[in-house]
């Protein structure tokens, strides 16, 4: 079913350890690196509103889930740790289980299907986020989200509606935006990805994910002083260098490969 909302409204992971879109945005892990290891998709997650540690949390919140499983903030607490630290296959099983203990729970169906699209899952993912949508509430993350995995699941077309349906809700959002602009790298049509990427960049340049990706569209269109502009944009000497090594050892491998292979995702760094 195609999404209904009212009248209103790896991405390539960030450029070195300084950086998930998917960032695409899709968001699933936390983009915590600054150099383009691979295009990503975002998958619509917001960050806290402090920074955390991944590993304190994974600690913290390992507690408060084993002491009430059906906790729902401790479970998607968890769950995002889990995630961040690389553990994704335990970040399903928590989010499954707290979700089947609270049915109905909208934020935990939304958590748990990001947790499969981490875990590459796609179809399944989905599913679920579809069931964490409400049509007379629409949500334009969960709508980017689910243009994400469709992306990865090659249905581009269908991807699109979901994007144009986000944007609806939040016009210019960049990084619906830049999810969009990716899904045109997929299927090959790099001058609307370059438009769609230019117009996420403007909106958002600061946001690595962004300029990582407006930076790899730019290299596989052949324009590699433009993209290094912007790679190395506003960076220290060292993070400038590094990320201009990342991007030609990304284009090598991307002008190598068929074209085929999927993208990874990574969290835009927006809530639930």
């Known amino acids: 079913m195609r999404p209904k909302f009212p009248r209103k409204t790896n991405l390539v992971r960030q450029l070195t350890p ?3 879109c998917v960032i695409l945005a899709v968001g699933l892990s936390s983009c915590q690196t600054s150099g383009p290891s691979d295009i990503t998709g975002s998958l619509g997650e917001k960050a806290d509103a402090k920074a955390s540690d991944p590993r304190r949390d994974l600690e913290t919140y390992r507690e408060r889930f084993k002491a009430s499983p059906k906790d729902s903030d401790a479970a998607l607490k968890y769950g995002k740790a889990l995630r961040a630290t690389g553990q994704k296959s335990q970040a399903v099983a928590v989010l499954e289980q707290a979700s089947m203990a609270n049915p109905g729970n909208q934020a935990l169906l939304a958590g748990y299907g990001r947790a499969l699209a981490d875990n590459g899952n796609f179809q399944q993912a989905f599913d679920v986020l579809a069931r964490a949508h409400k049509p007379e509430d629409p949500d334009w993350s969960i709508l980017s989200a689910q243009g994400a995995t469709l992306d990865q699941l090659g249905r581009f077309e269908e991807a699109r509606q979901y994007y144009t349906s986000a944007l609806k809700i939040m016009p210019d959002e960049p990084s619906v935006l830049c999810n969009l602009g990716l ?3 997929l299927s090959k049509d790099l001058a609307k990805a370059d438009e769609t990427l230019r117009r996420a960049y403007s909106l958002a340049g600061s946001d690595p994910r962004i300029r990582a990706n407006r930076a790899l569209v730019l290299g ?6 433009e993209a290094e502009v912007i790679a190395r944009a ?3 000497p060292d993070e400038a260098a590094a990320n201009v090594t990342a991007l030609r050892q990304m284009l090598v491998r991307k002008q190598a490969s068929s074209g085929s ?6 969290s835009s760094k927006r809530s639930d």
């Open 261 to 266: 292979d999927k993208l990874p995702v990574a």
């Open 234 to 236: 506003d960076l220290p």
């Open 18 to 20: 300084a950086v998930a």
């Open 183 to 185: 899904s045109y790298v």
């Open 220 to 225: 596989l269109q052949g324009r590699m002083n």
